[in-house]
Every structure is written in structure tokens, then in C-alpha cells.
């Protein structure tokens, strides 16, 4: 038992660290505002103004993995003990949060361009997944009593599998969404991320 | 009671996984002095030294973080649980640590061009809202006795707040004179970091 | 002992990071689908979907980093204190899990190119090193009873001795294979990581 | 006491994580072997070995960057409590370790060209600082011994002191060599390797 604490210590750990890279090499895509060195003052603010949808989507990003983080936190907070199929699922999810910077940078590169759309298509469907992630994740590990912590009710099952079933069908809305109108979508994505910073208090604590 | 200690542990373990790589990654943005092979060691050294003002934003930017990883902590040292007020104001604060390297880049490409005011600007811009992070980190933190461990006197919590509030007008001022000389802004900026590493000693221990 | 026992939970901090840096770097590799911004949605998708290399190199990766995670932490739950051979064995592993990136960028760029047999190669090349440093590894940890902890049985050690060196000809193999069959190799690599993830059951606890 | 001690326990956390990112960022560094897509295998095995210069730059300075962490460790296993100085030579070093990979790819571009002897002198004038910053950490934690575990002796510090001023000639050397043989200076770096991974048993334990 002792054994199998330490083994929850040191998945949440990597997991951790693996959410702390990605949120600061979140930073890294912001792409670099190039001008001709003699080209003054006026053109370097301009261009670094030009650069907003970047800003926008470094912001967004970054409170999303924010969030999933708090998040894993409180799940791992009712998990006891860890099993392969938790391992796995957990490793799909961390899979799924260190690309998040790739369609962050698509964001950046091609908001309100033609090709906006695509972009923050390929940014809900990630989304999608994560969500997956965390359903699959909080099934696997609710699914036997020895893997949750004793004082977790079945209440609280209960309550957690709804909250992350509820969050699926806004981001498949926010990725169809996104072929029509990708500010709308990115639109739908922050509302979410409210949405998982208020329920999270249903389960954390 | 005790889970709340773990709590706060975790959100510094994340900060410090945050405040280490950002640290790390400045070096990452230092140009790479690219010139002709068939040119050989003046040519390069010349290149090597021409990057001058590179070093100097990654110094200066090193430091920068640095001192902010020792405030970081010696804020924590007085709080004794954390709450949704505290972890959005940590959040927050975190985006813009991992927002750093950007600016420091932007000084270490327009730094002694034509275009090295905004550049300096944008850098002191983002000074200022850490410093407003701060500021918001501690209010939100020291708004209720219970988020606060109990040796901490009504004296502590007047003094660290008076220490932030008194940073906001040079960052400004910084900023302002950013437009006028950008050499002397980041001298201001460099004043100030040596003013947070004296201050620090009145309320770390 | 309770300084070796503090030593070796250091030595797996240690690599623990290394590990996870190294699978989060893996997503800033993926090429950036770089169209003109007047051209739409169309070119971008499929700009984003013939990168599918990419992704699958990324995903084989980061499962191949994961799996050798859980193997390192399963091999030091056996460990029950560090020497300067298990350091020097242990820091070759870790010299080659950063290496990782660097020929997955390769299959990401070439997979599907007339080069593609070389950048498979370079792949399959890197996991038979991968191999020979978990083989010294461990043989340098069980040499000496007084390395391990003491419910480690012989029969334990034989185990894992055998199943690492079983690991090494399917890894030769699929270096060889790659001059022939890309395609052909990387299957064999991504049969080897359902090799390790189901013998890992053999010895984890 | 106690505060202290954990004080200590951060402030080898906070670098722990700045010497795993730097080893692991060395890897990004390698340069890419760009070739046309329809040019062969042969050619991408020929551009690959081409950057040999570039695998010798990362292996040694992966082996700089581990010895350097096994080094740090050796020290804080001496020291019992943390002061403003010692955070300031620590941060010193750390900004040393973080610069790390920069010469390392100015050795990876530039060396078996004719601008090798300026690539390996900024190489071995980094070496010289961190060597540098050795000292200082040192002397500044064994000035008092208040910062001192208990049992260390004078003879122990005086060891310890006297090994990293012994470092200090040889790296100078190296620098000098360079402008004359970038292979020598190189060689000499790679015996001072052995060195520290030699003497470090001498206070290690």
C-alpha cells in the first residue's frame, strides 16, 4: 500500500512535469516579428501589434493547460493506487497535452487569414480528444474500488463522469463550428474553459 | 488541514517547474552568429562580439527571473493554503514569466537599431504587468487570515504590500523613457532588480 | 543507508526530468505546414494531413520515452543505492532518451522520400544503443548484491537480465531491415514497445 | 533549522531542473541534415555524418553538463543552510549552465572550418567562468560554519578548495590552445572531464 502511494507520487510527478514544459514552450511559438533593422520604431510596433491572433492563442492555450492541470490534480487527488490501463491512459492524455503548442502556433500563423478555419479546426479537434482523454482516464480509474482512495462516495464518481461526459458534445460543436466561423469556435473553446474552472470545485478540494 | 499543505506544495513544485524552464529557454532565443565557412575566426569573432546586446537582455533577463523565483518563494513561505483566488493570480503571473524570453529576444535583435525603443518598451510593458501580478498575488493571498500561515503579523502583510505597490511607478516610469532612450530604460529596469534582491531580505527568511 | 536511499531518489528526480523534457521537446519537431496565407482552408488541410509522417513519428516517440519511463522506475524500485558505475551507465541512458528527437525529426522529414531508408536507420540505430544501455545498466546494478535492495532475488535478477537481452537482436533486426523496408522497420519498433509494455509486468511492482 | 534545510532542498530542486532542461536542450541543437527529397538515401547518409563535428559537441558537453550536476551535488551534501551569497554564486552558475548549449552549436557549426579555433575559444572561455563559479560557490558556502554541516572538516573544505583551483590553470590553457589547435583545446576539455569525474570520489559520499 505504502508502495502503490509512492507509485501515484511519481506519475503525478512526471505528468507535472511534462504540463510545466508545455505550458512554457508555449511561448516559443510566438513567432518573432521580422523587419530591416534600418525600418524604425513605427514598423517594429506595428508588426508587433500585427501579431495579436499569437497572443490571443499563447493566452488560451495557456489557461487551457492550466486547467487541465488543476484538473489532473483533482482527479489524481481521489486516486489511490495506479494499474496499467491508468498508466496508459494518463500516458495518452500527457500525449495529447504536449502537442497542444503545435495547433497553438496554427492559430497564431493562420487566424484571420483564408485558411483560419482549418487551423482552429485541427485546435477543437485536439480538444476533442483531450476531452476523451479525461473521460477515459476517470473511467479506467473509477471503474475498480482498490484504485480510488476509500473515502470517494459514489456519488462523486457519479458526479465526475457526468461533468467530463458534458464537456464532449460543446467541443465536437466547437470543432463543426470552426468550418463556419473560427472565431465562433474559439469563442466556444474559451466558454469551456470556464465551464471546467467552475465545475472543478464540484470535485476538488 | 494537512491536505491544504500538499496543495501548496504542488502549486510551488508546478511554479518551480515553470520558473526553470523559462529560465533555461532564454538561452534558446541567444542568435546564432551565422556567417560564410570559407570565413574564418576574425569574421566570426566579430559576429560572436556584434551580439553583444544579446548577452546583455539574456543576463539581464536571467537575473530577472531569478529574483522572481526568490519572491516567488518567500511569498509562499507565508502562505498556508491556497484557493481559486490565489491559483488564477499565481496563473496569471506564471503566463508572464513564460512570456520573458519573448521580449528579451526583441531586445536582442532591434537592441542599437532604429527600432530599439519599442523593442525596450514591449520589455518594460511586461515588467509591469508582473509586477501588477504580484501585487495581485499577494493582495489576494493576504485578504484572509486563513490563507496565511499564523506567525504572519498585520506588520508583514503592511510591509510586503508597500514593497510592490513602491515597484508599479519605476516600472512605469521605466516604460515612459523606454520611448525617449532605451539605454536608459534598461538601466532603470536593472536598478530595480537590484532593489528587489535588498528588499527581499526584509520579509524572507 | 539513509543517505544512499536519499541519493538514489536524486539520481530518479534527475532523469525523471530529463525524460519528461525530452518527450514534451518531441511536439516542438513537428514541421510547421507552411502555405501562403491568400491560399485557404483547402491547401492548409491538406498541407496538415501529408505531414501524417510527423505524426506518426511523434506518436511512436513519445510512447517509445513513455515505455522507457516506466521500465527506468521499475528497474530502480530495485536499486537500493547508487555507485559511479550505475551513474556513468545510468547518464549514457539519459544521453540517449534527449537523443530521441533528433532522429524522429528525421523520419518526420524522410519517411516517404527516397531517403527514408537512412532516416529509419538512424532511428532503429539509436534504439539498439537505447538497448545496450539498459543492458549495462542493470548487469552494473546486479553485480554486487549490496546495490540492490534485499527481497531482489536471483531468479528476479535473471529475469530482467534475460528480458533485456532478448530485447537486442529485434532491434538489430530492424536496423537491418530498414535498408530494405521502412515501413517494415518501424512496425517491428512499434512491436518491440508492445514487447516492453506487456513484459514490464514480469518485473514492476 | 528546519527551515532551513528545506530552504536548501529548493534551492537543489530549483537547479536540478535548470541542469536537466540544459542537458536535454543540448539535443535541439543539432543541426538538421537538410538534403533535397529526391536525392537519396546515399546523401542523407553522407549529410548525416557530415555533422559529425555536431554529435562530438553534444556528447561532451552532455558529459560537461553530468559531471557538473554530480559536482553541484557533492557540494550541497556539504552545505546545511542557505545565505543570500551562496544563492547568488549558485545563480552565477546556473546562468553558466543554461548558456552551455550556445558554444556547444557554435562548435557544431563551425569546427573543421576555418573559423573552428573563435568557435572552441568561446567554448573554453564558458569553462573558465563555470570553473570560476565554482570557486566562488564554494568559498562563499565554507567562509562561515554556520553554512557547513557539522561534520564537515577543514580538511574537507581545504580539499575540496584546493581541487577546483587546480581546474582553473588548465581551462585557461584550453582557451589559449585554441587559437593555435581547435582539436587540441578541445582534448584538453575532454581530459578535465575525467579529471572532475575522477576527483569527485575524493568528497563525494
Redesign the interface.
Known amino acids: 500500500m505504502e508502495?502503490s502511494q509512492k507509485e501515484t507520487a511519481?506519475i503525478e510527478?512526471?505528468s507535472?512535469?511534462?504540463?510545466?514544459?508545455?505550458?512554457?514552450?508555449?511561448?516559443?511559438e510566438?513567432p518573432?516579428?521580422h523587419?530591416e533593422?534600418?525600418?524604425?520604431?513605427?514598423?517594429?510596433?506595428k508588426a508587433?501589434f500585427d501579431n495579436w491572433p499569437a497572443y490571443l492563442a499563447?493566452?488560451l492555450s495557456?489557461?487551457s493547460i492550466?486547467i487541465m492541470?488543476?484538473n489532473h490534480?483533482a482527479l489524481f487527488n481521489h486516486i489511490h493506487k495506479t494499474s496499467?490501463g491508468i498508466?496508459f491512459a494518463n500516458?495518452f492524455m500527457?500525449?495529447l497535452v504536449?502537442?497542444v503548442?503545435?495547433p497553438t502556433?496554427?492559430i497564431a500563423?493562420?487566424f484571420n487569414?483564408?485558411?483560419?478555419?482549418?487551423?482552429v479546426a485541427?485546435y477543437a479537434g485536439l480538444f476533442i480528444l483531450i476531452n476523451v482523454a479525461y473521460n477515459w482516464l476517470w473511467y479506467t480509474a473509477s471503474r475498480k474500488k482498490q484504485y480510488l482512495k476509500p473515502d470517494v462516495t459514489p456519488g462523486t464518481i457519479h458526479t465526475i463522469r457526468k461533468i467530463y461526459l458534458l464537456g464532449f458534445p460543446p467541443y465536437v460543436l466547437s470543432f463543426v463550428v470552426a468550418?463556419f466561423s473560427a472565431g465562433l469556435s474559439l469563442a466556444i473553446c474559451t466558454l469551456l474553459w470556464i465551464y471546467w474552472?467552475v465545475v472543478i470545485?464540484k470535485y476538488n478540494?
Chains 1, 2, 3, 4 share one sequence.
Request: net charge neutral; charged share 10%; hydrophobic share 60%.
Open positions: 508502495n511519481r510527478a512526471f507535472d512535469g511534462v504540463f510545466a514544459i508545455a505550458i512554457t514552450l508555449l511561448a516559443l510566438l518573432f516579428p523587419i533593422h534600418i525600418k524604425g520604431n513605427a514598423v517594429l510596433t508587433f499563447f493566452v495557456f489557461l492550466l492541470w488543476i490534480h496499467s498508466m500516458g500527457l500525449l504536449a502537442a503548442p503545435y502556433s496554427l500563423e493562420y487569414t483564408p485558411a483560419e478555419n482549418s487551423a485541427v468550418f474552472a470545485r478540494h
